[in-house]
Every structure is written in structure tokens, then in C-alpha cells.
T-cell receptor, first 109, second 113 residues
Framework: KNEVEQSPQNLTAQEGEFITINCSYSVGISALHWLQQHPGGGIVSLFMLSSGKKKHGRLIATINIQEKHSSLHITASHPRDSAVYICAVYDFGNEKLTFGTGTRLTIIP | DSGVTQTPKHLITATGQRVTLRCSPRSGDLSVYWYQQSLDQGLQFLIQYYNGEERAKGNILERFSAQQFPDLHSELNLSSLELGDSALYFC????????????FGPGTRLLVL
């Protein structure tokens, strides 16, 4: 079993739909990072969070440390949101960084 | 544009060869991270440098080495290349050591033939 699991692996939705991508982890962490990788390969950091909730534009990220779970939500999805979304967990004490396998999101106009 | 630059963008080489990938962090960022993304392994953390010193080590092979120079740019050296080393190599930078948002470079695509 991977230490970081993402679901779903693939998600196709219509423009305007509310999107949820999940990340569950089995290790102790110090922080969790959500990344977006565009079809061309470029990676953009979306959020770094260690508790609670963060919001940036149409993107919302939440984390529940007790349940070892984080979600990334996209409101009013748009075709330009089509990308692979990757979560990564940090264990600063052990200097370990582990990535999930990513969720491929496709938004259809 | 993240402010992180990587050169070269593409590199094609043969097995057994050695290559050097270069990364310039964002102005003011002291930490540089190297990542490898291959088709079968996904993203993997290789190594982190902070202000010239190695800070954390991930799944970096012994054939690979890195360093960060006084001007804070970093180089990743890959030697005795194998077909399986073909991948996208990203560097990222952040202001401090940990807990900071990382800014990713565009990556170097390495193809080993």
C-alpha cells in the first residue's frame, strides 16, 4: 500500500461542476502540499497546509490531521483546470517527502 | 513564470554518459529541491540544499550527485546513465528550509538512448 493515496485516479466532469480530489496518507506528517501539473509538464504549487483550510480563488484545500486526509475542491470548474493534481506529504522530522500518484482531471466544455 | 530557471530544457544522450542539469532559484530563495518524474515512478524527491549545504536526501541514486554554489544556483550531476534514468527532472526553490511553498522550474527532459 502506498503511503500517499489519491482518489480518484481519473476524473472527467462538465464545465461548471464542483470538483473534489482526495488525498489520504498513512504516515505522520508536518505539512501537505497540493501541486498542479499542466499538460505541458509544468508544475505549479497550489497550497501548503498543515491544518484547517485554505482558499485561493476557486480552489479550496482542507486537511484533517486526525483522519490523515486532505481534499482539494474546485468550484465552477473550467476547461483550463484540466491538469494532474498531486498531493505531497512532508515529514520534516525525518526529512521525508512523499508524493501521491496524482489525479488526472479533465473538464469538458 | 515561477522565477526558477532550468537548463537545458531537453537533453538526449547515450547510456554510460554523464550530464549536468542546472537550476537557478528565485531571487531570495535559499532552498533548492531536485525531483525526478518518470512515467512508471511518478514524482520522486531526490535531494534538497539550503544555503549551500545538503539539507535532506530522498531517493537519490549513488550515481547522482548535486551541489549548491555560493550564488545559490544548483547543479544535478547524473553519471553512468541508464535507460531508466530517462525522465523529467524538476528543481524547485523556496525561501527557507521547510514549510514553505515551493516554486517549480519548467523541468529538464532527459532521454537516455
Amino acid at each position: 500500500k502506498n503511503e500517499v493515496e489519491q482518489s480518484p485516479q481519473n476524473l472527467t466532469a462538465q464545465e461548471g461542476e464542483f470538483i473534489t480530489i482526495n488525498c489520504s496518507y498513512s504516515v505522520g506528517i508536518s505539512a501537505l502540499h497540493w501541486l498542479q501539473q499542466h499538460p505541458g509538464g509544468g508544475i505549479v504549487s497550489l497550497f501548503m497546509l498543515s491544518s484547517g483550510k485554505k482558499k485561493h480563488g476557486r480552489l479550496i484545500a482542507t486537511i484533517n490531521i486526525q483522519e490523515k486526509h486532505s481534499s482539494l475542491h474546485i468550484t465552477a470548474s473550467h476547461p483550463r483546470d484540466s491538469a494532474v493534481y498531486i498531493c505531497a506529504v512532508y515529514d520534516f522530522g525525518n526529512e521525508k517527502l512523499t508524493f501521491g500518484t496524482g489525479t488526472r482531471l479533465t473538464i469538458i466544455p | 513564470d515561477s522565477g526558477v530557471t532550468q537548463t537545458p530544457k531537453h537533453l538526449i544522450t547515450a547510456t554510460g554518459q554523464r550530464v549536468t542539469l542546472r537550476c537557478s532559484p528565485r531571487s531570495g530563495d535559499l532552498s533548492v529541491y531536485w525531483y525526478q518524474q518518470s512515467l512508471d515512478q511518478g514524482l520522486q524527491f531526490l535531494i534538497q540544499y539550503y544555503n549551500g549545504e545538503e539539507r535532506a536526501k530522498g531517493n537519490i541514486l549513488e550515481r547522482f550527485s548535486a551541489q549548491q554554489f555560493p550564488d545559490l544556483h544548483s547543479e544535478l550531476n547524473l553519471s553512468s546513465l541508464e535507460l531508466g534514468d530517462s525522465a523529467l527532472y524538476f528543481c524547485a526553490s523556496s525561501v527557507n528550509v521547510q514549510g514553505e511553498t515551493q516554486y517549480f522550474g519548467p523541468g529538464t527532459r532527459l532521454l537516455v538512448l
